[in-house]
């Protein structure tokens, strides 16, 4: 079930937010957590039931794990390596066999045969979720709660499909919390003020935009100069609009629930370094391999050629962690290097004007995606040719005319003004939650919000689709 579809929109969520205040008046907590948990699980399993049997086994064996790290303190090492390894199972299984036995394929002499495995939904994110608070449990930072209280952290429907990636010492208190059981009209306000926005960035300018991005990089074949610089920004700002505005839902429905969810994004094209750009774009991630990956590697603690070569394997895991592609791991196998190379250019005492600083990390950054979307290194390298003028410096190609012309029934070049819309909003405003700090409850605001949701309901309406969200695929 999709935030932007007409079921959620009119049924599931008035039907949970009448469920869980209803029991909240009456003052039986425990239903009002029962209902929340239900709905989050009834949630899940709506895209597949079947999947369900999954999320549930992955609960039980993490929950399983932890309780026996806390409750004793011998062979916790081996413990600990039990429970990751089998975390990492359920998720290579998923996640990982297609693309191993694919390569697999391509050098063997009598192949593998395998029924093709779909990725459940959120398995990247519930993983990762649990192994964390495996990990804190081994470092005596967690604690043995209910299973039920467990269920809910794992399974909250907001973040529960592509995150933000939470931990369970900013959850739990909250829903254990009082105050978390009475309607709070600041927080049912601002949690409809950035599910609106969140939901505009989404339908109205994320989805408009990739018809253009999948024409540029799935059906043009010899895409000019204009085809693959213009497909790779309206692919960078659909990413952004698309992820950053899933985020923005997240969030305002936790806050409709009086449960705050971390910060995910703070205006990350406005970065002036890669590094910077990665303290902006997808925040809890971000917190995730560093506390998790980056610090247990031994961080900047062990020199400074390990710390580079920290840096490298962090990002090259991260870019693992993204997809089972080769075009994943070579993106993060970019991201790694240029992270390298800007502690370089730091050390080394060089330094570039903002707005030169800017312009670098984000061509960087713009460059980078292209084989984050692409379907193949094939198809990446037809779109970097492109874009570096192998082709000449013309406009729209000849497929790309012929494709708008017969699928589209319009011109290219109404993209070009879309994505210069797109582009103005991303540099020209400010993060969601810095709208929400910088309006506050103000009749603007009020206007604001109601406006976001109205066009972007009515678009909805006009188009009678949900698309999914770029993120459910990781």
């Not at 609960?59 to 004793?72: D, G, H, M, S």
């Not at 039990?82 to 693309?99: D, E, H, Q, R, V």
Request: glycine share 8%; with cysteine.
């Amino acid at each position: 079930m999709l935030f932007s579809s007409l079921e959620f929109l009119f049924l599931f969520l008035p039907i949970t937010l009448i469920g869980y205040y209803s029991f909240c008046i009456k003052r039986a907590p425990k239903l009002a957590t029962y209902w929340l948990t239900g709905a989050s699980i009834f949630f899940y399993g709506w895209w597949n039931p079947h999947y369900l049997l999954l999320l549930g086994f992955s609960i039980l064996l993490n929950f399983f794990f932890a309780k026996i790290l806390l409750q004793t303190s011998a062979q916790q090492r081996p413990l600990l390596t039990m429970g990751i390894a089998s975390n990492l199972a359920l998720l290579g299984y998923f996640k990982y066999t297609n693309f191993i036995v694919l390569n697999l394929n391509s050098v063997l002499a009598q192949p593998l045969t395998i029924e093709h495995i779909i990725l459940p939904l959120g398995i990247s994110f519930f993983t990762f979720q649990q192994i964390s608070f495996l990990v804190d449990c081994y470092r005596g930072e967690g604690k043995l709660y209910k299973l039920t209280e467990y269920v809910l952290f794992v399974c909250f429907f907001p973040q529960l499909i592509a995150g933000p990636i939470v931990h369970h010492k900013e959850m739990m208190p909250q829903f254990s919390k009082l105050r978390s059981r009475v309607l709070n009209w600041k927080n049912l306000y601002y949690g409809i003020f950035l599910f609106g926005i969140g939901l505009f960035k989404k339908v109205v300018i994320a989805d408009p935009l990739a018809p253009f991005v999948h024409a540029s990089f799935e059906v043009v074949q010899h895409p000019s100069f204009l085809d693959a610089w213009a497909g790779s920004l309206c692919y960078t700002m659909q990413l952004y609009f698309d992820f950053s505005g899933y985020s923005d839902m997240a969030i305002g429905l936790g806050l409709l629930f009086n449960i705050s969810l971390p910060a995910n994004f703070n205006s990350p094209y406005k970065a002036l370094s890669i590094q910077d750009f990665w303290r902006r774009w997808h925040m809890t991630l971000s917190r995730w391999l560093r506390d998790y990956i980056y610090i247990p590697l031994g961080g900047n603690r062990k020199g400074s050629h390990r710390l580079l070569l920290n840096l490298f394997l962090t990002f090259f895991i991260g870019g693992i962690w993204h997809g089972a592609g080769w075009t994943f791991i070579i993106w993060g196998a970019m991201h790694g290097l240029a992270l390298i190379i800007h502690r370089l250019w730091r050390a080394a005492g060089l330094t570039l004007s903002k707005p030169l600083a800017w312009l670098c990390t984000f061509l960087f950054i713009n460059f980078a995606w292209v084989i984050f979307r692409a379907q193949s290194i094939h198809d990446a390298l037809k779109i970097y040719t492109a874009m570096l003028g192998a082709s000449g410096f013309g406009a729209w190609s000849h497929e790309m005319l012929t494709y708008y012309d017969d699928a589209m029934k319009a011109n290219p070049s109404a993209e070009i003004k879309y994505l210069g819309y797109a582009t103005a909003l991303c540099f020209l405003t400010g993060s969601s939650l810095w709208l929400v700090d910088k309006i506050g409850k103000t009749r603007a605001a009020t206007a604001f919000a109601t406006g976001a949701l109205t066009c972007a309901i009515i678009f909805i309406l006009q188009h009678n689709y949900a698309a999914e969200f770029i993120y459910f695929q990781f």
